[in-house]
C-alpha cells in the first residue's frame, strides 16, 4: 500500500522562500511519476510541477523560474522549492504519486502567501 504524506507549507510574506515536502512509503514501481497540484479557495485542482521515474521536468507557466521539483533518493521524499512567492500562491499543496496506473495522493500542506 502506498501512502503519501505532504508537509512543509506555512504563512510566508510575498517575495519568501518555502520548500514543501512529500514523503512517499510503500513499495515503488521502477517506473513512476510525481505531480504537486495546488487548489485555492473556490478554485479547482490545478497541477503546477511534474517529475518522472526518468527526472525529467514539467512546469506550469505561472511557477516557471520560481518552483523546482527535486528527489531525494535515500528517503523516497520529493520536494518542491518555492522561490519568490506572490500572494496567489496561496493555495493547498497536493502531492500525486502515479505508477501502475493508479495515482495517489496526500491530504495536502497549506501555503499562505501574505503580507
Known amino acids: 500500500q502506498v501512502q503519501v504524506v505532504e508537509s512543509g507549507g506555512d504563512l510566508v510574506r510575498p517575495g519568501g522562500s518555502l520548500r514543501l515536502s512529500c514523503l512517499v512509503s510503500?513499495?515503488?514501481?521502477?517506473?513512476?511519476?510525481v505531480a504537486w497540484h495546488r487548489q485555492a479557495p473556490d478554485y479547482q485542482r490545478t497541477w503546477i510541477a511534474f517529475?518522472?521515474?526518468?527526472?525529467?521536468?514539467e512546469y506550469v507557466d505561472s511557477v516557471k523560474g520560481r518552483f523546482s521539483i527535486s528527489k531525494d533518493y535515500a528517503s523516497n521524499t520529493w520536494y518542491l522549492q518555492m522561490n519568490n512567492l506572490k500572494p496567489e500562491d496561496t493555495a493547498v499543496y497536493y502531492c500525486?504519486?502515479?505508477?501502475?496506473?493508479?495515482?495517489?495522493w496526500g491530504q495536502g500542506t497549506q501555503v499562505t502567501v501574505s503580507s
Open positions: 510503500g513499495t515503488i514501481a521502477s517506473s513512476f511519476a
Open positions: 500525486k504519486f502515479s505508477m501502475n496506473e493508479r495515482g495517489y
Open positions: 517529475i518522472d521515474s526518468d527526472g525529467a521536468t
